[in-house]
């Protein structure tokens, strides 16, 4: 039954070409947006990794002031604003905090054991933060420990902690990377002492990427960091806000701070992240919409051709389910060969690795659009067939 | 001839209005879509305040400097700026701004209003066109002698005191000094990357050190220059002195760069090298239109096939109308002209019912806020794409119907026996 049908439609190829070509072009926006889809949704499931509800994020200018002097300035504030009634704790971190589009990316060429063979891992997010980040943020620390006394003493080499996502990427067969070596900026060995969850600054919707820490002490004198994040007490609003933009420029001469909730970062990166796949998707809705009416009106106006056919049909015994089940039967075969056409563009992707999204991505997009297609047609075809079945053999076979 | 040829059109769509409604949506949409695309597009890059002169202004907001391991980018310094660009002969008048806006907070009173500013020379106000609601801008003099005043936009100043009018003469507390209101400008929508702000200062106001005097070969740093010419034709003229310049610096720590990239660009170029390094002065405008016209015309047909799939289909229909027309001598080419006519009369409806759903998305788009201080409408180049993709639509899903009608045979076409 189903060999014939394809020999059926494979006999009106040149008919109906003009009509695979459509189902085809739908099959390629509809991976579009489902690779765009699914590579999102895959991000969003991984753990974000920390905690943004009543987190603020001080930006500040030191101004004139030579680096050594605004280093001690900087002292001053913290002490100033950990003291304030309201503010919970206070984090000193370089300037790529979390949803600020601020990122300090390296790579490094890692080997498993020393003297091993090297292989590089790239686009690994390196943060410079104080050891007071945990409990602002929240973050998770799922194995070894987190920075604390111990680090305030300059050992051989300096403490390191890293995500799990920098773990798997050490170690791909599970080996843990506490108390390893990893060397950075050529030279200079760091020891691993822990493991967190995630610390995904670059927002949710985007691919998760390895990460290490390193620490911010209070007595280093050789990096001025611009950023703190704050945890405040919940619900406090302009007037704390006022307060800590006033003490910083007390404190220090010729500082400016810039204050922002994390929330609202929050919301404005999403946006950025979120306005182009949402436009595509609109585009798509819209020409998928298109193509289901026009694919439903071509087959109706079909069937009105073809009532003679169905009519003989009728008339020679088969049952209006059989010919309902031709009429969704052809439309399948068809969507089949645009489906054909448009699996052999859809496995270029993964086979060439083309635009760097994950094989797992490309995959579920293909057989999600694959999906989507044949319901699209069965739904367009469901009521011709079921106008074709109700064709009464004697009306039809008079009009002739 | 043309009227009958209305007329029979007029009654084939209302024979079957599923039908007509069919292709109405799908065209309508389609235009719809590409009208707004390009009034975004427009909205961002066209001719309007306060980036009036688009032909003769150009923007120097960043430099690369490349190495074989290392890259660097950066907006400019303000030194860079005063000693190499301020210096350049060929353009009429150059003005010096922030980079990129930053946010601040502003109090006046008990309230506190958080608003995106930049801090410039005053030639900016002669370089760019600022629709000035009240007030005035502020002077050279004053930016001289680093006088605390301040040019607020629109919506900022009725936020804080009411009116735009009575805004002026106010005085706005900003890092603990107060700043007097001088003037108020119409809102600059937030995709005018190079020229938003929601309130403008002096540059000699900021507590950041400008000069930088330890670090005289440092180019990198917070600004941009933006540069008008006389005349249009003196663009290329200005980015060839500005390379000029560019190869006579020495290069900072030669050890690790060894090349500087800068650019002077039209705005239009700036929009299409996206914030690229790898960009060229045009802004790899090549890149840029294949992108965009393919992604365009790949968007058009579909929708262009699936009209063509149902015209091709209603041949059926009108296989009857066809043989006897063409039993009395109806040539192939005066059919296929009727049929052209006749799609290209739905598709201008259609285009027009689009520019009507356009007005209406766009009228949504304005009043949600989506795009900060848009303000996106219907202008005359808009309208004009708009109506020239209808016709360009019309010909692309009608041209294969048409042929297809006029070769049907006559004497089968009158006995109603065709095979699509």
């Known amino acids: ?400 | 001839m043309l009227l009958s040829y209305l007329k029979l059109a007029w009654r084939g769509w209302q024979r079957r209005k599923f039908f007509t409604a069919i292709s109405l949506f799908g065209i309508s949409f389609t235009l719809m879509m590409l009208v707004v695309l390009f009034a975004l597009f427009d909205h961002a890059v066209g001719a309007r305040a306060p980036e009036r002169h688009t032909d003769r202004l150009l923007f120097i907001s960043r430099m690369v400097l490349r190495g074989p391991e290392s890259q660097s980018s950066s907006s400019l310094g303000y030194n860079f700026l005063q000693r190499h660009v301020l210096t350049l002969r060929t353009p009429e008048a150059i003005a010096v701004s922030e980079a990129y806006p930053i946010n601040i907070t502003l109090y006046v009173g008990q309230q506190a209003l958080k608003a995106d500013r930049r801090y410039t020379d005053s030639n900016l106000w002669r370089v760019l066109n600022f629709d000035f609601v009240a007030g005035r801008p502020y002077t050279a003099t004053e930016v001289r002698d680093a006088a605390h005043v301040m040019v607020l936009n629109e919506t900022v100043a009725r936020r804080c005191f009411g009116t735009a009018a009575a805004a002026v003469g106010r005085a706005v507390q900003l890092e603990g000094r107060p700043y007097q209101v001088v003037g108020v400008v119409a809102d600059v929508p937030t995709s005018r990357e190079l020229t938003y702000a929601e309130c403008w200062l002096p540059v000699t106001t900021t507590t950041a050190d400008l000069q930088d005097p330890n670090n005289q070969r440092n180019y990198l740093g917070d600004f941009q220059a933006v540069v008008l010419a006389r005349q249009a034709a003196d663009v290329p003229a200005i980015q060839a002195e500005y390379q000029q310049v560019l190869r006579r610096l020495p290069i900072p720590d030669p050890e690790q760069f060894k090349e500087i990239r800068s650019y002077a660009r039209t705005p239009l170029a700036h929009y299409m090298a996206n914030h690229s390094n790898d960009a060229g002065q045009d802004g790899d405008a090549a890149a840029f239109w294949r992108r965009w016209v393919g992604l365009g015309l790949l968007f058009m047909l579909l929708p262009a096939l699936n009209l063509v799939n149902i015209n091709v289909s209603r041949t059926l229909e009108r296989a009857a109308e066809i043989g006897v027309r063409k039993a009395f001598g109806a040539t192939a080419g005066r059919l296929a002209g009727q049929f052209l006519v006749e799609n290209v009369l739905l598709t201008l409806v259609g285009g027009v019912l689009g520019l009507g759903l356009a007005a209406g998305v766009m009228h949504l788009l304005n009043s949600s806020q989506f795009i900060p201080y848009a303000h996106l409408s219907l202008s005359a180049p808009v309208f004009g794409v708009g109506l020239g993709l209808a016709l360009l639509f019309g010909l692309l899903s009608g041209a294969y119907p048409a042929y297809k009608m006029s070769k049907l045979p006559a004497n089968q076409a009158l006995k109603g026996r065709i095979t699509a």
């Open chain 1, 1 to 400: 039954m189903i060999r014939h049908i394809f020999t059926l439609m494979w006999n009106r190829r040149r008919a109906n070409g003009l009509l695979v070509l459509e189902i085809f072009l739908a099959y390629v926006v509809l991976f579009a947006v489902g690779t765009i889809g699914s590579s999102l949704w895959e991000n969003y499931r991984q753990p974000l990794g920390f905690r943004f509800d009543n987190v603020w994020q001080v930006n500040f200018l030191p101004g004139t002031q030579p680096k050594a002097e605004a280093l001690g300035t900087l002292q001053q504030v913290l002490a100033r604003l950990r003291a304030t009634p309201g503010v919970l704790g206070v984090a000193v971190t370089a300037s790529n905090t979390p949803f600020s589009f601020n990122d300090s990316r390296t790579a490094i060429d890692f080997a498993d054991r020393p003297g091993g063979p090297k292989r590089p891992i790239n686009n690994i997010n390196s943060y410079a933060v104080g050891p007071e980040l945990r409990d602002v943020m929240g973050l998770e620390v799922t194995k070894g420990r987190w920075f604390d006394q111990r680090d305030a003493v300059a050992g051989s080499h300096p403490p390191l902690v890293i995500d799990e996502q920098m773990q798997r990427a050490m170690f791909p067969t599970g080996e843990s990377a506490l108390g390893k070596l990893l060397t950075l900026n050529k030279d200079k060995q760091w020891r691993i002492i822990g493991v967190v969850r995630a610390y995904r600054t670059d927002g949710e919707l985007k691919e998760p990427l390895p990460a290490i820490f390193g620490p911010i002490a209070p007595a280093d004198t050789l990096f001025l960091p611009q950023s703190l994040l704050v945890r405040v007490a919940p619900g406090s609003g302009a007037a704390l806000e006022k307060r800590l933009a006033d003490d910083i420029r007390r404190i220090g001469p010729g500082w400016t701070s810039t204050i922002r909730t994390l929330d609202e970062m929050h919301s404005s990166q999403l946006k950025q992240v979120i306005t182009r796949p949402l436009l595509l998707s609109v585009m798509s809705i819209f020409l998928l919409l298109n193509v289901a009416l026009g694919l439903f009106g071509v087959l109706w106006l079909a069937i009105s051709a073809r009532r003679a056919e169905l009519g003989v049909r009728r008339a020679l015994g088969a049952p209006a389910g059989a010919i309902a089940r031709l009429i969704v039967g052809e439309t399948l075969a068809l969507t089949t060969f645009g489906l054909v056409l448009g699996l052999l563009v859809a496995v270029q992707f993964p086979l060439l690795g083309a635009l760097g999204e994950r094989t797992s991505v490309y995959l579920t997009a293909i057989a999600l659009a694959a999906g989507a297609l044949y319901l699209l047609a069965t739904i367009c075809a469901l009521y011709p067939s079921r106008l074709a079945a109700g064709i009464r053999p004697a009306v039809a076979l008079r009009e002739e």
